[in-house]
Nanobody
Framework: QVRLVESGGGLVQAGESLRLSCAAS????????MGWYRQTPGIERELVAT???????NYVNSVKGRFTISRDNAKNTVYLQMNSLKPEDTGVYYC???????????WGQGTQVTVSS
């Protein structure tokens, strides 16, 4: 089992920044890929960014150049630095961890990010 604990959400104005953190504990061998997804009412949960153990990253087009995902393997923690936030970035952000095959797939409890215009 893997437990994911998120922190760092909040309410900010457009143009400001936030940093999300997600600490993993448990069977760390099942956290080959870690990432962030977000969900807004009426819209399916969408991928925001992922990073693997070799620090290869992937971003949804809408956040490229504004968000940076990183991970500290020693601390089993993944971060999402969000700059130049826009109202459309508003949503509940969920941390995700999975193994390479996605046989094991874990979610955090979610943290709310609200960007006011």
């Amino acid at each position: 089992q893997v437990r994911l604990v998120e922190s760092g959400g909040g309410l900010v104005q457009a143009g400001e920044s936030l940093r999300l953190s997600c600490a993993a504990s448990g069977v760390i061998s099942r956290t080959d890929v870690m990432g962030w997804y977000r969900q807004t009412p009426g819209i399916e949960r969408e991928l925001v960014a992922t990073v693997n153990r070799n620090n290869m990253t992937n971003y949804v087009n809408s956040v490229k150049g504004r968000f940076t995902i990183s991970r500290d393997n020693a601390k089993n923690t993944v971060y999402l630095q969000m700059n130049s936030l826009k109202p459309e970035d508003t949503g509940v952000y969920y941390c995700n961890a999975r193994d390479l095959t996605a046989y094991y797939n874990y979610w955090g409890q979610g943290t709310q990010v609200t960007v006011s215009s």
